[in-house]
T-cell receptor, first 114, second 112 residues
Framework: AQSVTQPDIHITVSEGASLELRCNYS??????LFWYVQSPGQGLQLLLK??????LVQGIKGFEAEFKRSQSSFNLRKPSVHWSDAAEYFC????????????FGSGTRLQVQP | NAGVTQTPKFRILKIGQSMTLQCTQD?????MYWYRQDPGMGLKLIYY???????DKGEVPNGYNVSRSTTEDFPLRLELAAPSQTSVYFC???????????FGSGTRLTVV
């Protein structure tokens, strides 16, 4: 079964600094990969996704992520963080065989300092 | 554009009571899902459905039941509520696996 690891439970960055959130997955083939963001008390919103093609994908709100097959990683990046980016971020993996549902990581909570 | 609608938003249940969490989507998505979210644990899949009349268990199905009689609706039934079912429940839908999910706003359930 696939699994997703987000090694950082909590990250604090200063406004305007760059950001990288880590995500590693375990799956034999190339999975579908996603990043979602959850603001307090809200549902999850899709930031970006990868399932084939260019390994650097662009998403909403200025986020991007890079798929690295050799490292089984799909890290999320943003060059300059805004205070409104403070939220919880979830990486998720899916596949087109077997259980057709996403497996989510445990999340990384981002705090932005002024 | 309603998307995925969940009701109720909040509910307090007593141990042993039953309830149904409602989920409706208006996007004609075949796939629908129920997840529960507990602090520090991410989202765990309870049940999912790939189309009307088809449901399957996820990682944590015990204590729950679902049905999918129409494309739009995917209710989650809790029988004999237990404190361990205190959680935030999210319903989601998708056109297919590669498209990503549309989530509802969640139901916060407390069992006392």
């Amino acid at each position: 079964a696939q699994s997703v690891t987000q090694p950082d439970i909590h990250i604090t960055v200063s406004e305007g600094a760059s950001l990288e959130l880590r995500c590693n997955y375990s799956y034999g083939a190339t999975p579908y990969l996603f990043w979602y963001v959850q603001s307090p008390g809200q549902g999850l919103q899709l930031l970006l996704k990868y399932f084939s093609g260019d390994t650097l994908v662009q998403g909403i709100k200025g986020f991007e992520a890079e798929f690295k097959r050799s490292q089984s990683s799909f890290n999320l990046r943003k060059p300059s963080v805004h205070w409104s980016d403070a939220a919880e971020y979830f990486c998720a993996v899916g596949m087109d065989t077997g259980r057709r549902a996403l497996t989510f990581g445990s999340g990384t909570r981002l705090q932005v300092q002024p | 554009n309603a998307g995925v609608t969940q009701t109720p938003k909040f509910r307090i249940l007593k141990i042993g009571q039953s309830m149904t969490l409602q989920c409706t989507q208006d996007m004609n998505h075949n796939y629908m899902y129920w997840y529960r979210q507990d602090p520090g644990m991410g989202l765990k899949l309870i049940y999912y459905s790939v189309g009307a009349g088809i449901t399957d268990k996820g990682e944590v199905p015990n204590g729950y039941n679902v049905s999918r009689s129409t494309t739009e609706d995917f209710p989650l039934r809790l029988e004999l509520a237990a404190p361990s079912q205190t959680s935030v429940y999210f319903c989601a839908s998708s056109k297919g696996q590669e498209g990503g999910y549309t989530f509802g706003s969640g139901t916060r359930l407390t069992v006392v």
